[in-house]
């Protein structure tokens, strides 16, 4: 249990099925359902290769991850690790980074919420239920961290029974004609409408950075190290079943949906996922699948706030965040960073008045930035573990990364790669011009606070005792 300066530290009350289902809860956000439209819209079909591709590097990712949490299961996770393997400063960096990230994609959500509201109360101000959404989840986040993952447990569950149900009679409907009179729809769509790549490979390039924020929120396997119970069985469990569900959530429910419809009229007459519904003869479908995709894009700011109140403890237990953050209250909860994370995100709020069309492409970008120098992280973390292990304790390892280190320099080069396609493309340039700003800003707060000279008077310290 991670300790904290009164003496408490965070309670290990998140089971199994907990992680699980938050990891899956993060990641099935607006990504999947506002996302995968403008995606499909640059790739045609071939989307699904570019979803497949990139969840089989997410994999890796966390199976790097893994083999550093299971040895060391810590609240703070890669911002940790990156900080005892490649520097305070690095450390440092990627607390904040990801603390930015998930406040502004939490924004995202909060401004999703309240567009998803608008369907039931269509004159109201759409400002007031971004409020309404910030508070409800700041609230859920003062619970004890079991409470807590009960909650989120459902709330996650909600949407993936509803994505399962809708790839189940999707398929009902491509092989038997369920819905659609008794003749089934097959998958002719998939490439008769200019081919299974109606745009080339440069289309599917250009929906890399939707994919990618997709992803985003996946990490938080390692977020909940400090807060679960039997870590080495959990987070194996957990980490080795993420591409699977990456094939069955993503390319299983998008495969669907563009063999029942042409990839050209997606987005173009509502929700992809209300129209399957509303095929088979659910008259309330818009207002279930409206309920669902509400219900993900609170469970995807609810995991946000939890994850960045938890690197806002772990910045304030290394110094670099204020020692406030670092307090917990009765319910083993760290409540101040809780409210410093509810607080910056009022600025979504106020946004709500301004939001321009394009916004959303900004924030999805801007976010991206920052999940892939978070990734950039755990694999950077995780190649200097290696090198810093002994044979002895290589073997010893009780959760390794597959094909290392190939598939280490692999992800990597990928990573990196998704970069230059976001500098080529002019949609989504915005990110880095926003995300170099505010690590040069950090920099600039790192030494300007004399935070390196403590950090290496703690390490000179260390090396005395040692």
Known sequence: MQKNVSGKGLQRGLEERHVTLMSLGAAIGVGLFLGSASAIKLAGPGILLGYAFSGMIMFFIMRALGEMAIQKPIAGSFSQYARDYLGPLAGYITGWNYWFLWVVTCMAEITAAAIYMEFWFPNSPRWIWALAALV??????FLAVKAYGELEFWFALIKIVAIIFMIAIGLGMIVFGIGNGGIAT????????????PNGITGVLMSLQMVMFAYLGIEMIGITAG????????????????FLRILIFYVGALFVIMSIYPWTEIGTQGS???????????????????????????SSCNGGIFSTARMLFNLAENGEAPKAYSKLNKNGVPSLAVIAT??????????NYLVPAQVFTWVTSISTFGAIWTWCM?????????????LEQKQALKYKMPLYPFTSYFSLTFLIGVVGLM?????????????PVWLIILVS???????????KAQNEAHKQIS
Do not use: C
Request: no cysteine; aromatic share 12%.
């Open 186 to 197: 097959g998958i002719s769509n998939l490439w008769e409408h200019g081919g299974f790549f």
């Open 423 to 435: 500098a080529y493309f002019p949609d989504t340039r915005i990110a880095l011009i926003v995300g």
């Open 445 to 455: 707060f790192y030494y300007g606070k004399g935070f390196h000279k403590k950090n």
């Open 378 to 390: 755990i694999l950077l973390s995780q190649m200097h573990y290696r090198k810093g292990l002994t």
């Open 227 to 242: 807060e679960v119970k039997n870590p080495e069985k959990t987070l194996s469990r957990a980490i080795d079943t993420v």
């Open 136 to 141: 409800i989840m700041a609230a859920v986040n």
């Open 272 to 298: 992809p996922f209300v129209l399957t519904f509303e095929k088979i003869g659910i008259p309330a479908a818009a207002g279930i699948i409206n309920f669902v995709v509400l219900t993900a894009a609170l």
């Open 342 to 351: 509810a607080g910056a995100l009022l600025i979504g709020v106020v946004l």
